[in-house]
Structures are given as structure tokens and as C-alpha cells.
């Protein structure tokens, strides 16, 4: 399976401040996903990133709030923008890969003070 | 509605003991399912995967899985627990064959917090 490497693994942001989490995949790989894990609780995702096209946002998530970028079909970002405390969790990309098993990174843990 | 429930929040189990640790789905379509383990401050490892064939699917660390359709369900097991299994384990279900399609994302259940007793 595909390996994944994202960062930061963490960090702490002041409010108003911009992050943005790297994930970079060892192969090519057409599906990439962005997921929010809030504390305690499951995992949801923002979206999907697209090569070579805008990302498809779930309800409840936007553009300009996550804008995400996808130049290859190795590589994405994705930017929580303008940040509050609300937005402290756990961020993870994930890839589906070939045999259908879909993989995630290790994962950014947002602090945002 | 597509749902995944794990009905038990957290369970505590003793080292060696066996584990069950349960997931029923709710899919209009074929599904596929997932069983992932997550340690503290961790992303997601994938313990096993359904796609189709045997029932009975064997993943990583010596935890099994059985899909059963007629219950929708797909439970997680262990026959002796280790202490190092303690974490939290997410049952996921995702679209079986439309890969490509709009439809791609993995639905999670709420998780279940595994503590294992000395």
C-alpha cells in the first residue's frame, strides 16, 4: 500500500493565523482525501482532492475556509484558514490505492490558542 | 442513510482475554469495510479489509473480522488480548466497485476505546 508522509505533526497557531499540512504519497494515486477528527470523536471529511480541478467539499465545509491544492498525483495541501479554537483537531490525508484500500497519514494535530 | 454504529463507546478488557468489539452499517450498495486502529496521537493503521469472498478475513496483529450480511454487521476479534492492542479502533464502510465515482469516501463509525487491564 502506499505510503504517506504529512506534515507538521503538530503544532500551535494563534487565532487568525493560517496553517497549512502537507501529505506527500510515495506513488501516484488518482483519490485524495482530507479528513477532521474533532477531539473525541470520528473522523469526517472535509474533501476531495482533485488533480487538476478544484476540490469537492463536503456539507458543511468550504473553499475559503479549507482551500485545497493538488498540482500532482502525489502531492497535496490543505490550508485551514483564519483559525479559531474550533478548529483544534486532528487533520489527515488519506489515499485510495490500488486493491481499493485506502491509507492514511500519520496525521497533524492543530492547536489553536 | 449510509451510517456505520459502534455501539460500545469504550471497553475494558483483561491482558490475554479475548475481544469482540462490534459494527453493524447501514449501505444501499455493496459495501467495503474497514476495521482501523488508531494509538494516541496517531493517524489511522488499517488492521484488515472486506471486499468480498470468505467471510472471514484474517489482518494484522492477529485480529480477525466476519462480514455478516444478514446482520450487517462486520465485528472485530481478538482471541488474547495484548496490552499494547489498547487504543481506539474505528469501523469504516466505503462504495464496493465505484471507485472513480463521486462516491469514494470512507463512512466512520464513532470508534471504541479499547483499555486493557494488567
Known amino acids: 500500500s502506499a505510503v504517506i508522509s504529512q506534515k507538521p505533526s503538530r503544532d500551535i497557531c494563534q487565532r487568525g493565523t493560517s496553517l497549512t499540512i502537507q501529505c506527500q504519497v510515495d506513488?501516484?494515486?488518482?483519490?485524495m482525501f482530507w479528513y477532521r477528527q474533532q477531539p473525541g470523536q470520528s473522523l469526517t471529511l472535509i474533501a476531495t482532492?482533485?488533480?487538476?480541478?478544484?476540490?469537492?467539499?463536503e456539507s458543511g465545509f468550504v473553499i475559503d475556509k479549507f482551500p485545497i491544492s493538488r498540482p500532482n498525483l502525489t502531492f497535496s495541501t490543505l490550508t485551514v484558514s483564519n483559525m479559531s479554537p474550533e478548529d483544534s483537531s486532528i487533520y489527515l490525508c488519506?489515499?485510495?490505492?490500488?486493491?481499493?484500500?485506502?491509507?492514511f497519514g500519520s496525521g497533524t494535530r492543530l492547536t489553536v490558542v | 442513510a449510509q451510517s456505520v454504529t459502534q455501539p460500545d463507546i469504550h471497553i475494558t478488557v483483561s491482558e490475554g482475554a479475548s475481544l469482540e468489539l462490534r459494527c453493524n452499517y447501514s449501505?444501499?450498495?455493496?459495501?467495503?469495510l474497514f476495521w482501523y486502529v488508531q494509538s494516541p496521537g496517531q493517524g489511522l493503521q488499517l488492521l484488515l479489509k472486506?471486499?468480498?469472498?470468505?467471510?472471514l478475513v484474517q489482518g494484522i496483529k492477529g485480529f480477525e473480522a466476519e462480514f455478516k450480511r444478514s446482520q450487517s454487521s462486520f465485528n472485530l476479534r481478538k482471541p488474547s488480548v495484548h496490552w499494547s492492542d489498547a487504543a481506539e479502533y474505528f469501523c469504516?464502510?466505503?462504495?464496493?466497485?465505484?471507485?472513480?465515482?463521486?462516491?469514494?469516501?470512507?463512512?466512520f463509525g464513532t470508534g471504541t476505546l479499547l483499555a486493557v487491564q494488567p
Open positions: 469504516a464502510v466505503g462504495p464496493g466497485g465505484d471507485y472513480g465515482g463521486a462516491t469514494n469516501k470512507l463512512i
Open positions: 488519506s489515499v485510495l490505492g490500488e486493491g481499493s484500500g485506502y491509507t
Open positions: 506513488s501516484q494515486v488518482t483519490m
Open positions: 482532492a482533485n488533480q487538476g480541478s478544484e476540490a469537492t467539499y
Open positions: 449501505y444501499g450498495a455493496t459495501p467495503y
Open positions: 472486506y471486499f468480498s469472498g470468505d467471510t
